[in-house]
């Protein structure tokens, strides 16, 4: 579950937060030696981790799964979705016109 709550935290920042500029953006690159967090008000926050408790973080923890698109919702919450996201020519499918 940690390592979820720190995926999703990286997630929030500003190349998710409408459809329109997550077209545009360059892809965001989650660090390993980082922690990303998303806290109870929504906001997002980063650590530097280090090594020597490192089976304390993983337990609970739960991959995430590949083809996963996150977003943050109109009334602020985050949302993850596997399945299809982009159109059969690459496009974003829950893009604008």
Do not use: C, H
Request: glycine share 16%; charged share 20%.
């Amino acid at each position: 579950m940690v390592v979820s709550a720190l995926v999703l935290g990286a997630l929030s920042g500003a190349a998710f937060s409408t459809a329109a500029r997550a077209q545009a953006a360059a892809p965001w690159e989650l660090r390993p030696d980082t922690g990303y967090a998303y806290d109870k008000e929504g906001k997002t926050f980063s650590y530097k981790m280090g090594t020597n408790n490192a089976g304390e973080l993983l337990k609970g923890a739960k991959k995430v799964p590949k083809g996963t698109l996150f977003f943050i919702g109109q009334n602020g919450q985050l949302y993850m979705r596997t399945g299809p996201y982009l159109e059969g020519d690459g496009k974003f499918k829950f893009g604008g016109n």
